[in-house]
């Protein structure tokens, strides 16, 4: 495959791992600079998600996810977990119903792993009111794909 410029488009994974061997040991400025030298076509979601996950890790979700959005790239389960975890160890609460509201828009709310994300976030947030409407999203989800199992995909 090659780019309007004739020159070969690297592989994707090849950048992915070198990208993520700049965040794991803790080079994220450096992780930045190489993300943005990178052909628009390699930045998909897994590299999003990589630098998602180095941005959390580091306190810096809210620029990470704002980057994501204007650039029109769909966070994925993994990504709202890894945020999600980053909220729950600040106990952001404001940032946690943004990000629950985006799992909700993007239809993950109902997703084991984004609903775990959820109820520790709300845990470590101190709001555990908002648990019982995190479980009966899951359990109308499960109680939903027994009834309809051909809907589900079963």
Same mark, same amino acid.
């Given at each position: ?13 090849? %950048? ?14 450096? #992780? ?14 897994? #590299? ?7 941005? #959390? ?24 977990t890894?945020? %999600?975890?980053?909220?729950?160890s600040?106990?952001? %609460? ?6 629950h ?27 555990l ?14 109680n ?11």
């Amino acid at each position: 495959m090659r780019n309007s410029d004739a020159y070969p488009i690297p592989d994707p994974v090849a %950048l992915v791992t070198v990208l993520n061997a700049y965040i794991s040991s803790g080079k994220l400025h450096d #992780a930045c600079q190489f993300f943005e030298q990178m052909p628009l076509p390699t930045r998909n979601v897994v #590299a999003w998600n990589v630098m998602i996950s180095g941005h #959390a890790e580091r306190g810096h979700y809210k620029e990470a996810l704002h980057q994501m959005s204007k650039h029109g790239v769909k966070s994925s389960r993994s990504t709202l977990t890894s945020v %999600l975890s980053a909220i729950a160890s600040l106990a952001s %609460l404001g940032h946690g119903l943004l990000v629950h509201a985006r799992a909700i828009k993007q239809g993950f709310e109902s997703s084991l792993y984004v609903t775990s994300s959820l109820l520790n976030m709300y845990g470590k947030c101190e709001t555990l009111h908002a648990a019982p409407q995190v479980f009966d999203k899951i359990f109308e989800e499960n109680n939903d794909k027994k009834r309809h199992p051909k809907d589900a995909g079963v």
